[in-house]
């Protein structure tokens, strides 16, 4: 006789270990008080972003606006119609083109030889060592932090004297004074964390000094320089003070925020065409900005971090 077989063996399920309530508890809580901490940071987050936001929707949204909804007694936040009549009246007011180019004029100018200055003092600092280099930075850093404001009075008896008002060249210059401390902070700092072992390198390659500069360092220092660039034209192309005070009698020579702030008529201000203009004036710094974005933020922040 044969033995009976042994029935088959079943497998052994284990449960899964589970966490001890206390473990579970403190995870709980853990997690409460990660979410009443960001609730906080979002509404504020929120309130800055609608705050931010609110001003540039509203005049897009009022350039839009036909005109018996912009001159409404209770406001009109989502309109039931848009128009485009605003903006064709902006294009074609009398000289907006020429003011309009007079801004690229000034801006284009300003940032170019505000580059080629800072470039040169922020290289002589980083990379060379002389006598009163330290004061020399003390000075910049002193010119970046001063009200500019308090120059008006002072700029209008020098061009005044020089028989420069009415001028676009003057207002270049001018241009060139409040972008210039900030370009030679910005591009001082970003030389400092380059290695000048790559210059000498190039040096002893056969390079000259200037051969290596613009070969080695001056490709590194391309964030650097969009992120100046795009600040020296933000500042030359909003500036409205010293525009408003140095062209008096010649008024071809306005620049768009002058003639912004004075873009009405005899029956009064047109809103609409008013926010018109303005949209067409914000579009090209914006249209800047988005495109340089991230090499702008790289150039920052390099330049913060290494300097």
């Known amino acids: 006789m044969t033995a009976p077989a042994a029935p088959p063996l079943l497998p052994v399920t284990k449960n899964p270990p589970t966490a001890a309530p ?7 809580a853990a997690r409460k008080r990660r979410l009443a901490r960001s609730v906080p940071r979002g509404i504020a987050a929120a309130v800055v972003f609608v705050l931010s936001v609110f001003p540039v929707y509203w005049m897009v949204l009022t350039a839009l606006k036909p005109n018996a909804q912009i001159q409404s007694e209770t406001p009109v936040f989502f309109p039931t119609s848009l128009t485009f009549d605003h903006f064709s009246d902006a294009v074609h007011a009398d000289g907006f083109w020429g003011f309009w180019r007079n801004s690229l004029l000034v ?27 330290r004061a020399f930075i003390l000075l910049v850093f002193v010119a970046q932090v001063a009200p500019w404001e308090a120059l008006l009075i002072p700029m209008y008896i020098i061009a005044r004297d020089a028989g420069m008002l009415d001028r676009l060249s003057m207002l270049t210059l001018v241009s060139f004074m409040l972008t210039l401390p900030f370009t030679v902070v910005t591009l001082r700092s970003f030389l400092s964390g380059i290695p000048p072992e790559l210059e000498e390198a190039a040096q002893v390659d056969g390079c000259t000094r200037a051969a290596a500069f613009r070969r080695v360092t001056l490709p590194l220092l391309a964030p650097g320089l969009l992120a100046t660039s795009l600040f020296g034209c933000i ?25 912004l702030s004075s873009f009405s008529n005899v029956f009064g201000t047109d809103w609409g065409a008013t926010m018109a203009a ?10 800047l900005f988005l495109v340089l974005q991230r090499r702008v933020g790289a150039g920052l922040t390099s330049g913060a971090v290494k300097g």
């Open 278 to 287: 303005s949209t067409l004036f914000a579009l090209p710094v914006l249209v």
């Open 235 to 259: 500042t030359a192309w909003n500036e409205f003070a010293f525009a408003n005070m140095l062209i008096i009698k010649n008024q071809d020579d306005r620049t768009l925020p002058v003639w």
């Open 22 to 28: 206390g473990k579970r508890a403190r995870g709980n």
């Open 107 to 133: 801006t284009a100018g300003s940032v170019l030889l505000a580059l080629v200055v800072a470039l040169a003092a922020a290289y002589a600092v980083a990379r060379l060592r002389w006598r009163g280099r």
